[in-house]
């Protein structure tokens, strides 16, 4: 139950509240504990957490436990974000509020190059990272190679780097 | 047919999505935008900006992006295929983990996976702040986001309400 009161009041992202709801009023886990949940889960692919929501339910009443924690995140924002969808739908004639979509849309993409640079922040003494990491944009968002391609690949080379001690 | 398309690529995608859903935003663009053209780069940016803006993980942008194309069997399953692989893997991966926790392979692969998300979310975001032609006004508002959110500790809904105000204004 406690995913779907994460899910149903997650806005602006949800880590912040599913750390509130489930270490600071619950204590289903302790702090050391949900980090290490979602520094695994940030590894694995997915959403992160979506993710959290199958270890912890894996952990806590098994696979049930999974599949609820998973229903109970996606039911009510589902069903939001579709609701959301179709009212703009049936307005996305108006300029106006297509060129305020837009607008949110852009800053969102900010956002990702800012989270990119907080992550990367680390790696910038690594020049072996921060070459995979250039590498990876090129490929990606220059030559638009198939992701399909360049993280397989990417991955090898990087775990190659990375035995070698050069990340 | 376009639903059976949708979802076995969107579950593939789900198998290379390391560091989450804004990794794999540049591939959705390219393939449902530049490859079947289901979407106009428009349309691609507006059901970002909707599923960014609302409540709940962001993956659920997928689900817009299905309904777009195939309507609510779309969206059911663009969600279901682009969370199943990923989820079958969270569920055998969890113990295992834990097992290898002091394995030199597990640091290996934890600094190995590091730049390759930042190089993907950092492609992710150029690549929807330039839908179609370049265009300055998207990347002032896109510039202005990244500089705030990394100067400041606000609340990303912040910007994303500035996002929405210098829209109104400039586009």
């Given at each position: 139950?406690?995913?779907?009161?994460?899910?149903?009041?997650?806005?602006?992202?949800?880590?912040?509240?599913?750390y509130?709801?489930?270490?600071?009023?619950?204590?289903?886990?302790?702090?050391?504990?949900?980090?290490?949940?979602?520094?695994?889960?940030?590894f694995?692919?997915?959403?992160?957490?979506?993710?959290?929501?199958?270890?912890?339910?894996?952990?806590?009443?098994?696979?049930?436990?999974?599949?609820?924690?998973?229903?109970?995140?996606?039911?009510?924002?589902?069903?939001?974000?579709?609701?959301?969808?179709m009212v703009?739908?049936?307005?996305?004639?108006?300029?106006?509020?297509?060129?305020?979509?837009?607008?949110?849309?852009?800053?969102?993409?900010?956002l990702?190059?800012?989270?990119?640079?907080?992550?990367?922040?680390?790696?910038?003494?690594?020049?072996a990272?921060?070459?995979?990491?250039?590498?990876?944009?090129?490929?990606?968002?220059?030559?638009?190679?198939s992701?399909l391609?360049?993280?397989?690949i990417?991955?090898?080379?990087?775990?190659?780097?990375?035995r070698?001690?050069?990340? | 047919?376009?639903?059976?398309?949708?979802g076995?690529?969107f579950?593939?995608?789900?198998?290379?999505?390391?560091?989450?859903?804004?990794?794999?935003?540049?591939?959705?663009?390219?393939?449902?935008?530049?490859?079947?053209?289901?979407?106009t780069?428009?349309?691609?940016?507006?059901?970002?900006?909707?599923?960014?803006?609302?409540?709940?993980p962001n993956?659920?942008?997928?689900?817009?992006?299905?309904?777009?194309?195939?309507?609510?069997?779309?969206?059911?399953?663009?969600?279901?295929?682009?969370?199943?692989?990923?989820?079958?893997?969270?569920?055998?991966?969890?113990?295992l983990?834990?097992?290898?926790?002091d394995?030199?392979?597990?640091k290996?692969?934890?600094?190995?996976i590091?730049?390759?998300?930042?190089?993907?979310?950092?492609s992710g975001?150029?690549?929807?702040?330039?839908?179609?032609?370049?265009?300055?006004?998207?990347?002032?508002?896109?510039?202005?986001?990244?500089?705030?959110?990394?100067?400041?500790?606000?609340?990303?809904?912040?910007?994303?309400?500035a996002?929405?105000?210098?829209?109104?204004?400039?586009?």
């Open positions: 139950m406690g995913f779907f009161w994460i899910g149903a009041r997650s806005f602006g992202g949800v880590m912040p509240w599913a509130r709801t489930m270490v600071e009023e619950r204590r289903w886990l302790t702090h050391a504990d949900f980090t290490e949940t979602i520094g695994l889960c940030q694995l692919p997915g959403p992160n957490i979506g993710n959290a929501s199958i270890v912890l339910g894996k952990r806590w009443f098994g696979l049930a436990g999974s599949i609820v924690a998973f229903l109970g995140l996606m039911a009510l924002p589902f069903v939001w974000v579709l609701g959301l969808f703009y739908s049936d307005l996305s004639s108006n300029a106006t509020l297509k060129a305020v979509v837009t607008g949110v849309g852009a800053a969102g993409a900010g990702f190059v800012g989270t990119a640079v907080k992550l990367g922040r680390p790696l910038a003494k690594k020049p990272a921060l070459v995979l990491i250039a590498a990876c944009f090129v490929l990606v968002a220059v030559a638009r190679v992701l391609m360049v993280v397989p990417g991955l090898g080379v990087a775990l190659f780097a990375a070698r001690g050069w990340l | 047919m376009s639903l059976v398309e949708l076995l690529y579950a593939l995608l789900s198998l290379v999505s390391v560091g989450g859903l804004p990794s794999v935003m540049p591939e959705m663009q390219r393939y449902v935008v530049d490859v079947k053209g289901w979407l780069p428009s349309d691609f940016i507006q059901a970002f900006a909707v599923g960014q803006a609302a409540p709940g993956v659920l942008i997928a689900s817009l992006i299905g309904w777009k194309v195939a309507g609510l069997p779309g969206a059911f399953v663009a969600l279901g295929s682009i969370c199943f692989p990923a989820a079958v893997i969270a569920w055998w991966v969890a113990e983990w834990d097992r290898f926790k394995s030199p392979w597990r290996a692969i934890q600094r190995a590091a730049p390759i998300v930042v190089g993907m979310i950092l975001g150029v690549v929807l702040a330039t839908p179609g032609s370049p265009d300055w006004r998207l990347w002032l508002i896109a510039g202005l986001a990244a500089a705030g959110m990394l100067a400041t500790k606000l609340n990303p809904l912040w910007f994303l309400g996002g929405a105000a210098l829209g109104a204004l400039l586009l």
